[in-house]
């Protein structure tokens, strides 16, 4: 008797995964691949003790992977969480290939990039260099684009239904996730970060560094669902409002994290 919980939730998972589109699932596939990817990186980057402007060549490559494996995977969680079809719908087949098409571009090329031991970003330093790092700008602009051309397909999906507070969240986060990461991402492609080590872990530092930020932009898709989320479980009648406080609070934060990363 103690196996039959483990069984059903297990038979659950199947039939959700059953119930999947076949872009659903290609989305996760490509997820698993890029989480697979960082293995050989990581194992790389114990051997490989190169580093470019004080940090080890083959951070940013995990990073990327990292977050492409976590932002296809929160793109195929957001389907569904909202009312409808959106993820078995043809327009999300386009969704899910700009999403594979321009990250898959810009980790094939950081980590190309970072097996010369050269950079990637910023790297201008002949034409065809520069013309690359002006394409994962047009990428970088075409990912974050997915989010706002998914958050217009749940719209349209919506009709008539009720804009639950979760909905309502999913929506706030996609269309955040384009519009802040959009901004970050060109005010970031501007301003070099500094040099070495800050944070632990992420490596950032609190000044002059816009990527606080950007990554507060880009995980808009996860934050403000996820608040909505517990908003509507805990808040009762209020979650409307927190999900709308919470939000003008990040929003807010962003901004503190955009000054504090061109001021000092």
């Given amino acids: 008797m103690s196996s039959l919980p483990f069984a059903e939730s297990l038979g659950g998972s199947v039939l959700a995964w059953s119930g999947l589109s076949t872009a659903q699932k290609i989305l996760c596939a490509y997820a698993l691949l890029m989480a697979m990817a960082l293995l050989p990186s990581l194992a790389l980057s114990w051997v490989d003790v190169r580093t470019l402007r004080e940090v080890g ?8 992977m990292a977050g492409t494996a976590l932002f296809a995977l929160t793109t195929v969680w957001l389907t569904t969480l909202v009312p409808g079809e959106v993820g078995h719908e043809q327009s999300f087949q386009w969704i899910a290939a700009l999403i594979i ?14 097996s010369l031991g050269e950079g990637s970003h910023y790297n201008t330093t002949d034409p065809v260099r520069a013309m690359l790092f002006g394409l994962m700008a047009v990428a970088a602009v075409g990912l974050v684009a997915s989010q706002a051309w998914l958050a217009w397909g749940i719209w349209k999906a919506l009709g008539t239904a009720v804009l639950t507070p979760t909905v309502l969240a999913v929506l706030l986060g996609l269309a955040l996730t384009f519009v802040l990461s959009t901004v970050s991402g060109f005010m970031l492609g501007a301003k070099q ?3 070495g080590v800050g944070w632990p ?64």
Avoid at 57 to 64: D, H, L, V
Avoid at 101 to 114: C, D, K, M, P, R
């Fill in 57 to 64: 060549i083959w951070a940013k490559p995990m990073k990327f």
């Fill in 101 to 114: 098409v321009t990250s898959l571009f810009e980790v094939v090329y950081i980590t190309y990039q970072a």
């Fill in 193 to 195: 970060p500094p040099a």
């Fill in 201 to 264: 872990v992420v490596g950032w530092h609190t000044w002059q560094d816009l990527r606080p930020a950007h990554f507060l932009a880009v995980h808009a898709q996860q934050f403000i669902p996820l608040a909505g989320i517990l908003a509507e479980r805990v808040a009762g009648k209020a979650a409307v409002p927190v999900v709308l406080t919470f939000t003008s609070a990040y929003i807010a934060a962003w901004f503190a994290l955009s000054w504090m990363g061109v001021a000092g």
